[in-house]
């Protein structure tokens, strides 16, 4: 799809800790608020990135959320530092987890996050490597644009 | 209902929020598995969960909930606190189980924001 960029922007995400775990995805929902993005859009993204963020600060060192809209696309790609996921097939099965006990104490590794950020995104390709890191590309589609095509972009 | 019908309901206390009392609720989610309230609750619905930490309130905000009921007698963190005062989400504290609270809400009109899992999104 050619269609026009209106914003992109890459954020840091620092693995290991729980502290600030949650703040890059409430800046992302606030930016695509400001961008005039409709709010089930927003909800969609702001859910993935939030999965997203949770499991960079659960398995990786460090990692990166990058968030890129266009008229007819929200686009998330994170990619980390991380030791790689061995079977993705399996990675994506819903209570299918690795999580540490500390992970699973804040409520979260129950296996749900690759399955979530898959039910809330219309396209989802992961790419990994072990060892090195893991990339997970999701695109949330603004198809009411892309079927009238007269109809204002996503941003306002 | 308004969240100071709940308050009276669960005969809660308020810990974050005590202005946000006039909000309208007509829906709830319950659960301990923050994974399990990104998967299934909608916006707008009380979220009640014996969970206290500051993820609770990082989830609630992500998924416009209206407000947090911790069960249960559960108190927040401070930490959590603080951040729920910063993000605005009203936090109410009652010590009935999770089982209680839900039926004496469900009893007066509050449904569940699904009703069962599976062919919807």
Do not use: W
């Not at chain 2, 929020?17 to 916006?43: H, I, R």
């Not at chain 2, 609770?56 to 959590?80: F, H």
């Amino acid at each position: 799809m050619g269609e026009a960029l209106n914003f992109e922007r890459s954020f840091d995400v620092e693995g290991g800790s729980f502290q600030n775990a949650g703040t890059v995805s409430g800046q992302i929902k606030a930016i695509l608020k400001d961008l005039g993005v409709s709010t089930d859009i927003v909800r969609r993204v702001a859910i993935i990135c939030y999965e997203s963020e949770i499991n960079i600060v659960s398995y990786a060192k460090r990692g990166t959320i990058t968030l890129a809209v266009t008229d007819e696309a929200v686009k998330i790609e994170t990619k980390d530092e991380g030791p790689g996921i061995p079977d993705i097939e399996l990675a994506m099965k819903e209570g299918y987890s690795t999580a540490s006990a500390a992970v699973r104490e804040m409520g979260f590794g129950a296996g749900m996050g690759l399955a979530n950020m898959k039910k809330y995104s219309d396209h989802l390709i992961i790419t990994s490597e072990l060892g090195v890191g893991t990339c997970v590309k999701m695109m949330v589609m603004n198809f009411q644009k892309i079927l009238h095509p007269d109809l204002p972009p996503i941003t306002l | 209902m308004t969240l100071k019908d709940v308050k009276e309901i669960l005969e809660a206390d308020v810990l974050v929020g005590n202005d946000q009392m006039g909000k309208p609720v007509k829906t709830a989610f319950a659960a301990d598995l923050m994974s399990d309230v990104l998967a299934f609750a909608k916006p707008d619905s009380l979220l009640l969960t014996g969970l206290t930490n500051p993820q609770v309130v990082r989830t609630a905000d992500i998924l416009d909930i209206t407000a947090i009921i911790m069960v249960r007698g559960k108190k927040p963190s401070e930490e959590t606190v603080k951040l729920a005062e910063e993000l605005k989400i009203p936090i109410l504290s009652t010590r009935y189980i999770l089982f209680e609270t839900s039926g004496r809400l469900h009893a007066r009109g509050i449904t569940g924001c699904i009703e069962k899992v599976g062919g919807e999104m």
